[in-house]
C-alpha cells in the first residue's frame, strides 16, 4: 500500500452502507396546504411554525430525517406570495425560488380535493426542474366518503406528470412510510451531510423566535401578525440549567403594541407561557422567557430592518 491509498483526508464522508440515499427535497405548495405541518411529522420535531393563516412560514428552513436508508433533507419553502409590493414578499419570493432550484427532488403538496389556479402556476414552475417530482395529497383525514377521491385524482392525472402519488395526513401521522420510502429510492446513493441526532440547521436562537411568532399568528387577528416579527436579543444558559431567553416583539405603530400586551398584560403573558412550553419540549430543557413589544415605524417596508431580522 502506498501512501496514496492510505491518506484518508479529515472528515471525509463516509457511507453507512451500499445502498444509503440522501438528497435535499423541496416540500413545495400554495399557502396552507400543510407543508409546515408534513415537515415536522416527517421529522418528528415541531421545528416549522404552523397555523391556520397563510403565509405563516417565512423562512426557509431545514429538517432533517435520518433512518437505517438514509437521510432525507427537507426544504420547507414560504410558498410564493402575492402581492410583490411589500419588501418582506419580495423577499419570501426570492427564498422559496432558490429552495427549490438546490432540491434533488420535489414533493408538491395539495390538498384533498382541490386543485386550484395557484397549485397549477406552481405546477407550471415546478415541471421546469428536471428533478423527480412527486404528489403528496394532504388532509385525506378530511375526506369521508374515500371513493369520492377518485375522479379527482383520475382528472388531474390526465392533465399533469407526476413520478408517483401518496394520500397523506401530515396532521395524523397518516402514509408518511410511504411517501419516505418512495422520495428516499429517488434519491442519490451518497453519505450523510448532518449527523444522525441533528434535526435542522437551525439554531434554538431561530427556533426561539419563530415559536414566539407561531403563538402572534395563532393568537392576534387579522393583519396584525403581518405587522409583527420578533427578535431575540438575549440567549443564554443560566447555571441551574435552564436557558435564559430575553424576546423582543417588534409592531409598527404604538396600537398595535397595546394590542399585543393585551388588557393588564393578558395577551402578552399567554403568547409567552405558551411559547416557553413549546421551546420546552423541543429544546429539552427548562426555558425562562422573557418577552418586550417595541414600535419601529414601517419596519415590513425596511430592506435594512428586515436583514436585521434575519430576512435575507
Ligand atoms: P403551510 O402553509 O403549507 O405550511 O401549512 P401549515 O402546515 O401551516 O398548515 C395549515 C393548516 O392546515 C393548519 O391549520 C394545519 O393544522 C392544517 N393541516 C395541515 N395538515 C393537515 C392534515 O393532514 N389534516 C388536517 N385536517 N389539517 C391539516
Ligand atoms: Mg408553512
Not at 390538498?111 to 395557484?118: K, L, S, Y
Not at 388532509?139 to 392525472?157: C, G, H, I, Q, R
Not at 446513493?189 to 426561539?208: C, H, I, K, M, N
Amino acid at each position: 500500500m502506498n501512501d496514496h491509498e492510505s491518506f484518508d483526508p479529515i472528515g471525509a464522508p463516509e457511507l453507512p452502507h451500499d445502498d444509503f440515499r440522501c438528497g435535499l427535497v423541496a416540500l413545495a405548495g400554495r399557502p396552507n396546504v400543510g407543508k409546515s405541518t408534513l415537515l415536522n411529522a416527517l421529522v418528528g420535531f415541531r421545528l416549522s411554525i404552523v397555523s391556520p393563516r397563510p403565509q405563516t412560514t417565512r423562512h426557509r428552513i431545514l429538517g432533517i430525517a435520518t433512518s437505517e436508508a438514509g437521510q432525507i433533507l427537507y426544504v420547507d419553502t414560504p410558498g410564493l406570495h402575492r402581492g410583490a409590493k411589500r419588501a418582506m414578499n419580495r423577499s419570501l419570493n426570492r427564498a422559496a425560488r432558490s429552495a427549490i432550484s438546490e432540491v434533488e427532488l420535489i414533493v408538491q403538496v395539495i390538498e384533498a380535493g382541490r386543485w386550484t389556479d395557484e397549485d397549477q402556476t406552481l405546477y407550471d414552475a415546478l415541471v421546469e426542474q428536471k428533478v423527480p417530482r412527486l404528489l403528496a395529497i394532504n388532509k385525506v383525514d378530511l375526506t369521508k366518503d374515500k371513493s369520492a377521491m377518485l375522479p379527482f385524482v383520475s382528472e388531474l392525472m390526465a392533465k399533469h406528470s407526476f413520478d408517483d402519488i401518496y394520500y397523506v395526513s401530515a396532521l395524523k401521522e397518516k402514509g408518511l412510510k410511504g411517501l419516505e420510502e418512495g422520495i428516499l429510492k429517488r434519491l442519490p446513493v451518497q453519505p450523510p451531510v448532518y449527523g444522525e441526532d441533528e434535526v435542522t440547521d437551525r439554531s434554538e436562537r431561530f427556533l426561539a423566535a419563530e415559536m414566539v411568532r407561531e403563538q402572534l399568528m395563532l393568537r392576534l387577528d387579522q393583519e396584525l401578525p403581518y405587522a409583527t416579527t420578533v427578535e431575540i436579543e438575549q440567549f443564554h444558559e443560566r447555571p441551574d440549567g435552564m436557558a435564559e431567553i430575553h424576546a423582543v416583539v417588534w409592531v409598527e405603530r404604538d396600537g398595535q403594541k397595546a394590542i399585543v400586551i393585551g388588557q393588564g398584560g393578558a395577551q402578552l403573558k399567554a403568547i409567552g407561557s405558551s411559547a416557553r412550553r413549546n421551546m420546552e419540549r423541543v429544546f429539552e430543557r427548562k426555558v425562562f422567557l422573557k418577552l418586550w413589544v417595541k414600535v419601529r415605524e414601517g419596519w415590513v417596508d425596511d430592506e435594512s430592518m428586515l436583514k436585521k431580522f434575519g430576512y435575507e
